[in-house]
């Protein structure tokens, strides 16, 4: 009995070794699993940035080739908020514009999805007697460009 209680307590005494390597190892493995998914995250972000910085500069290059045309008075982009993201107007027609045509694109997409709850709103063009307001709306941009009618 009392070597059969050795083992035992031997056995029990290998097994808390065992136990606390394998808990040490697990706890080494989740700090450097940690590390691997911060880097990850870093590199995301870093690469999201980038992303976004090559995504802006075709924007700009977008807008100038559509200011460019001839008749083109400006372009003005905008958040999903409707606040003036990008813009070739003065301040304060950029401001007045995009309340005013946030406003309109609201009612009209409601208006389209009351006739047909399937379709929706791609394009919306006005025309007035001194401008012609074309307006490609989109769940986070709206792209607006005025310009003189063309008769």
């Known amino acids: 009995m009392f070597i059969w209680c050795n083992q035992t307590h031997s056995s029990i005494f290998i097994f808390s070794i065992l136990h606390r390597a394998f808990f040490e190892v697990y706890f080494q493995l989740k700090v450097v699993l940690n590390l691997f ?19 802006m500069t075709e924007v700009d290059d ?7 045309h001839k008749g083109v008075v400006g372009t003005i982009v905008i958040n999903g908020e409707g606040v003036p993201i990008r ?3 003065d301040n304060t027609m950029t401001v007045h514009y995009a309340a005013v045509i946030t406003e309109i694109i609201e009612k009209t997409r409601n208006g389209v999805r009351d006739l047909d709850p ?13 401008h012609e307001i074309m307006i490609a709306p989109d769940s986070e941009f709206m792209m607006i460009v005025i310009q003189e009618p063309v008769e």
């Open 62 to 68: 977008t807008l100038k080739r559509i200011q460019s």
């Open 87 to 89: 813009s070739t107007l």
């Open 37 to 55: 998914l911060l880097l990850y995250i870093i590199f995301i972000d870093k690469y999201q940035r980038y992303y976004k910085l090559l995504k």
């Open 118 to 130: 399937t379709n929706e709103l791609t394009i919306l063009r006005i025309r007035t007697k001194k």
